[in-house]
């Protein structure tokens, strides 16, 4: 799920022209270097500054300058890293179909303990992962993007390579913690697609639009992957029986193909990816911001605060969706088969991959990143709210409901993935809210290690509170969870227009970069 008002788009310089009377010689002024390239505006030119003149000096100076155009669109780098960016989403869902199973054999496990094993380790995933991306995000500040990127994925393909080689739970959970210690990806693509658009550039919109596509698609082909490759003996006897080491490891062919996979990618984001970290004229005493410092910054923890309510409602009602449309309609669900559920789905996905490409973009350039959010914030508890709503339709039993269900809940879902803009969207506030490109990794790797934090305990908890409300059916005829959903929700509705105004955070950041050069001169 950044703000900058449309201004920001259009910005200019604006100086008047001294008095014509004769005023005292002017100090020389040094103007701004590239030890900030971020901070200045997207689509500015650079200012010109008088040197010293002579006290009769009547010099014009150049009023309201036109903004050079957008720079275009670098297309085949964020091909690239959304290629790079498959990878993760690839590695953590494609054990998704067979992670039960073999759990349950690795373990001798009883059928009511796989569950609570599976999640564990899914749980240790996003944990490792928490703790170890301030650290990949440090790092990438300081050594460069791409050696960072191509040792994440490495790493990664390595670990999900071991995976599928694992005998025990023990091992399950030693190689899914191998694999989140180096699945700092993510926060080093986020960087470098800031990077590589400028910071509060149009392009920025565009580009995080189609990083968000692939990380669904990535989502998406990551369990087919899996399903299709676990034991190769036994779906595909003819092509695979008599293969020892495949009937002894029967999940490792799916393994190695998404490893092998991710090494060929490491391979072509190490020649082809260009490094985005531009080291002239650092700003030392910005680089040298402790973690709490940068927080600290203007802006940068309320932009953090709202990052995390954002994943909270998507991890809780992603853990929510699918067990509601099933729950039987006299429970409070819709009671849908599973083939019902996956057209559905389906078609919500197909709709926020429109919303993300087509409609994000121009939005974003219109009414900037944080009218995005608040739109989107004031849509979530409309959008939360009429889900039971719909349920009610059905418990009915009336023949026009139910046919008034099957009309509006498609086009409701699809119009309500709208909201979905709102990840994207806070990607730009965390960039735009960054105090200089020398501080955007490990800031990126702050707001990844919230998004982590949330992944780690959000679905297990919201999936266990439906269930007690869905028992619960005294309380609220078993609508109770939606209730607290709507509630969180218009929390994210209230931070929303708590958001800082960039703009104004980039013009005094430049004001006291300006004093502390002229305090150096003088």
Known sequence: MRSLPTSAYSSGSSRSSPSPS???????????????????????GDATYPTALP????????????????????????LLLCLARLLEPIAFFSIFPYINKMAQENGNLPDTDVGFYSGLIESLFSLTQMFVMI?????????????????????????????????TITEMIVYRC?????????VTIRTMISEQCGQRSKNQAKAFSWFSIANNLGIS??????????????????????????????YVLASLVIGGMGLVCAGVVGVWVEETLDRKGEDKQVERMTVWELIKSPGVLIVLVVNGWIMLLAYSYTAILPVFWF?????????????????????TGLSQAVWMLAI????????????????????????????PVFSMLLRTGNPALVTTFWVLAPVFFCLGSGVSMSFTAIQLAVSDVAPSTRTLGTLTSISQAV????????????????ALSVKAQWLLDGYSIWVLMVAIAFGFTVLSFRLPDYEQLKKEREARNEEETQRLLD
């Open 22 to 44: 004769p005023s005292p010689p002017i100090k020389p002024t040094i103007p701004p270097t590239e030890q900030t390239p971020l901070l200045l505006p997207a689509t500015g």
């Open 55 to 78: 006290p009769a000096t009547n010099p014009v100076l150049p009023q309201d300058e036109p903004p050079q155009e957008e720079a275009p669109f670098p297309t085949k780098q964020i």
């Open 135 to 167: 650290f990949w995000g440090k790092a990438s500040d300081r050594v460069g993007r791409k050696p960072v990127l191509v040792a994440s994925i490495v790493g990664v393909s390595l670990a999900t390579m071991l995976f599928g080689t694992a005998k």
């Open 178 to 186: 191998a694999a989140g210690v180096f699945a700092g990806n993510v």
């Open 221 to 250: 082909i990551g369990p087919l992957l899996g399903g299709a490759l676990a034991e190769p003996v036994r779906q595909y006897p003819g092509l695979f029986k008599g293969r020892k080491w495949l009937e002894e490891y029967p």
């Open 327 to 347: 729950t039987k309609v006299e429970l409070g669900g819709f009671g849908f088969s599973p083939v019902q559920i996956s057209w559905l789905m389906g078609l």
């Open 360 to 387: 994000f973009p121009p939005l974003q350039a219109r009414i900037g990143t944080n009218g995005v959010m608040r739109v989107c914030a004031k849509a979530y508890p409309f959008f939360f709210a009429l889900g």
């Open 451 to 466: 998004v982590s934090g949330m992944r780690s305990f959000s679905p297990a908890t919201f999936a266990s509170l439906f």
